[in-house]
């Protein structure tokens, strides 16, 4: 199985920026984690700030990879791009959010992206990528 995480923009930021919210470990340290955990399964990563990087990465692996595990971040909000590169690629997605965005600021409660995806996880911490990947197994 071949599956591929895509963070938005500040998730290279995790482990220093609010930790309260999203915790202390970086997403690297943590991505080493599940692939340990997950030895079985091909696991890339993949990070961008920037939403048209994003769309592109969704379009190169959109017809070759078993899943794809999503956090568009703040583009989850506001970008209709990357929604609809979710609804052109064949790929199954699997939205992620480290935070639960229902019980945070009323704009975060739209996902542009939910509608196009398998599924969405949020609200787990860094746990909501462990029940991504669980989701594709």
């Known amino acids: 199985?071949?599956?591929i995480?895509?963070?938005?923009?500040?998730?290279?930021?995790?482990?220093?920026?609010e930790p309260e919210i999203y915790g202390s470990t970086?997403?690297?340290?943590?991505?080493?984690?599940?692939?340990?955990?997950?030895?079985?399964?091909?696991l890339d990563y993949f990070q961008s700030n920037i939403e048209g990087e994003?769309?592109?990465k969704l379009h190169e692996v959109g017809f070759?990879?078993?899943?794809?595990?999503?956090?568009?971040?703040?583009?989850?909000?506001?970008?209709?791009?990357i929604g609809d590169a979710v609804k052109g690629i064949s790929t199954p997605v699997v939205e992620v959010h480290i935070s639960n965005v229902h019980s945070r600021e009323d704009?975060?409660?739209v996902s542009y992206?939910?509608?196009?995806?398998?599924?969405?996880i949020s609200g787990f911490g860094?746990?909501?990528?462990?029940?991504?990947i669980q989701s594709f197994i």
């Open 107 to 109: 704009f975060r409660h």
């Open 5 to 17: 995480i895509i963070n938005g923009p500040n998730l290279n930021l995790l482990g220093k920026r």
């Open 126 to 132: 860094l746990n909501s990528y462990v029940l991504a």
């Open 54 to 56: 994003i769309i592109n």
């Open 64 to 81: 070759s990879y078993d899943g794809i595990i999503l956090n568009a971040a703040a583009y989850t909000h506001t970008s209709v791009g």
């Open 1 to 3: 199985m071949k599956l």
């Open 26 to 42: 970086t997403f690297e340290e943590y991505f080493g984690e599940l692939k340990q955990k997950f030895s079985t399964i091909q």
């Open 113 to 120: 992206i939910a509608g196009n995806a398998k599924g969405v």
